[in-house]
T-cell receptor, first 114, second 110 residues
Framework: DTAVSQTPKYLVTQMGNDKSIKCEQN?????MYWYKQDSKKFLKIMFS???????INETVPNRFSPKSPDKAHLNLHINSLELGDSAVYFC?????????????FGNGTRLTVT | GESVGLHLPTLSVQEGDNSIINCAYS??????FIWYKQESGKGPQFIID?????DKRQGQRVTVLLNKTVKHLSLQIAATQPGDSAVYFC?????????FGTGTRLQVFP
């Protein structure tokens, strides 16, 4: 029943590793997003995709590569993980193109890089 | 009680009192605003939204006020309950992005 689901919920890994986070939405939305929340709770947009096409890339290092196989899925692959990548990553979705309706968020993936 | 959500401040209110959480936004061209509630270990949850052609919108126990002259948004929660304890974020639509404020932590004590 979960509208926006992310896996895994927790991810602990060492510096230099490559990892992926998966996201799926069953709301029939056209646009999906990745946000990063730091330790001070600040939420910052990273990417958005509309119907599998990249719309926003917010000056994120190219070690981060989103992939959208279809409009219900948006995965995030991170290469050569760094300590500063530790954060909670949220996937979200919204109806239509652009922000004209509320974003629906998943429950986050807490990434810890050691 | 009232608070300005700029540095994740904490607003402490007694159960049953009304809460007011404030937010300042920067872009006078922003035309859509959303309030979110985030509980520990969960993602932001939509509470209420308002477009710039309105100055007030009411939901169940919540009211959002928009003052475009001073670029100020507030969330009022009536009869605050323990379940309202969370971090509250305002967010504004800026071009095609939803930009979040820094959040306000609401603590409800008995």
């Amino acid at each position: 029943d979960t509208a926006v689901s992310q896996t895994p919920k927790y991810l602990v890994t060492q510096m230099g590793n490559d990892k992926s986070i998966k996201c799926e939405q069953n709301l029939g939305h056209d646009t999906m997003y990745w946000y990063k929340q730091d330790s001070k709770k600040f939420l910052k947009i990273m990417f958005s995709y509309n119907n599998k096409e990249l719309i926003i890339n917010e000056t994120v290092p190219n070690r981060f590569s989103p992939k959208s196989p279809d409009k219900a899925h948006l995965n995030l692959h991170i290469n050569s993980l760094e300590l500063g990548d530790s954060a909670v990553y949220f996937c979200a979705s919204s109806q239509g193109t652009g922000v004209n309706s509320p974003l629906h968020f998943g429950n986050g993936t807490r990434l810890t890089v050691t | 009680g009232e608070s300005v959500g700029l540095h994740l401040p904490t607003l402490s209110v007694q159960e049953g009192d009304n809460s007011i959480i404030n937010c300042a936004y920067s872009n006078s061209a922003s035309d859509y605003f959303i309030w979110y509630k985030q509980e520990s270990g969960k993602g932001p949850q939509f509470i209420i939204d308002i477009r710039s052609n309105m100055d007030k919108r009411q939901g169940q126990r919540v009211t959002v006020l928009l003052n475009k002259t001073v670029k100020h948004l507030s969330l009022q929660i009536a009869a605050t309950q323990p379940g309202d304890s969370a971090v509250y974020f305002c967010a504004e639509k800026r071009t095609d992005k939803l930009i979040f404020g820094t959040g306000t932590r609401l603590q409800v004590f008995p």
